[in-house]
């Protein structure tokens, strides 16, 4: 039985406790979370779950575990693997429970003191968090716990979740998550570690994905897993259960799971973004595998915007479901008329534009011997600065192709999303400033069409949207925001802020 619930070991280097500023503007972190509870190995499992949503987070991970009667932790920057697979650290990880999470930040403030879990020690014992989302109103809190006198030690706007813990009055662990969740406002999954438990939590909108799993076990019934993907139950070998729901919190401890739901029930707003980009496609996303969507949609694209063509090419990786459906719809060969370079990391992640324009230079080129001559409907998933299409056109063009049309398996990306997915300030984003015609103009494209709303939402959900009561969050394509953007709304918060960091 667990007796001494000590800080994790070994104490990794914590930068000096400061208070500042979210990492930029708004802050936004893409991120993995992944959780096993009962389990030999649990460090190793979660890192081998961790390395499956790698996807989700590129930036850092980290992995708290405990093995009965402490906690221990180990965050790094980099890829899953360049900390994990090493055996002595996944050593140092022991215990039958552990929690992992994957990082995506933008630029700016990539520190360790940022790399999560998060971990506490609390009157009632240690407590680790991993969140994947993000806060609305995470610097209006911050403020005001500062107020109080917490003292921050990170800049990621889920700290706030552990000084809201902290100061609750209320008794149990569950009880206190529970008054920190209904202070805060916005996108999380949430997989926690106690001495007692492993908790998993989805905000009422179910904005961002969690799934529960369970392990195999020859003798009995094996332990559990939360992650944000089911790519992450299938390479540690774990059945699907179920998603947690919306509003859902689920407490794992050796009795089973049980389910709370503090809040009125009320209609999810997954994010649809995830069915067109994020997610694996491989995961089973919501009920729905995604590269089946992904393939709906590309098909639903080519009924919407047929254009004759000689060849159908995806822009790799992201945009090959969509082409496969685009092709078999248009009734066009699909062919790799571009070719990717696994080892360099995604061009989004690249510090500053120039950089970026290397990035894809350095990821994707032209095979020559298929587009030359040809009239190509070149296929991606979206539309951002505009920066990948630009240059895969350009490469396209120098490769010989007589044609180039652009076909967008999600509508004009025109706002940024706060809840979780990393997107630029909307003046940077191409559709926010201009029409299909000037993009197609700025990308130097034969011609763009971009998938309607109402097609995306057939081709994900089988219906078109409801305008009164969107059945997802497609913020970034219509600007309709379903949770308030809090800090956003009020500017005052931010310059209070600055100064307070800077005093
Ligand atoms: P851009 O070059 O800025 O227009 O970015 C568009 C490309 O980035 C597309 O090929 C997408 O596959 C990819 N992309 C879109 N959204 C994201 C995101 N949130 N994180 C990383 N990559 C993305």
Redesign the pocket.
Known sequence: MPTDRRSPEPREPVEPAAFAPADDDHPRE?CGVFGVWAAADAAALTALGLHALQHRGQEAAGIVSFDGERFHSHRALGLVGDTFSDARVIASLPGRAAIGHNRYATTGDTVLRNVQPLYADFEFGGFAVGHNGNLTNATQLRRALVRRGCLFQSTTDSEVFVHLIAISLYSTVVDRLIDALKQVQGAYSLVALTAEAMIGVRDPFGVRPLILGRLPSPAKEGGWVLASETCALDIVGASFVRDVEPGEIVVIDDNGVRSIKPWAKQASRFCIFEFI??SRPDSVVEGTPVYEVRKRIGAELARESHVPADLVVP?PD??VPAAIGYAAEAGLPFELGIIRNHYVG????EPTDSI?HLG?KLKHSANRSLIAGKRVVLV??????????RKIVEMVRAAGAAEVHMRISSPPTTHSCFYG???PERDKL?AARNDVAAMARIIGVDSLAFISIDGLYCAVAGVARDPARPQFCDACFTGDYPIPLVDLASPANDRQLSLLAEG
């Open positions: 893409e980009y994020f822009v992201s945009g995604r061009t989004f992640i970026r894809v991606d998933d979206s539309i951002v600065r505009g920066t990948t299409s997915i990393d997107t191409l």
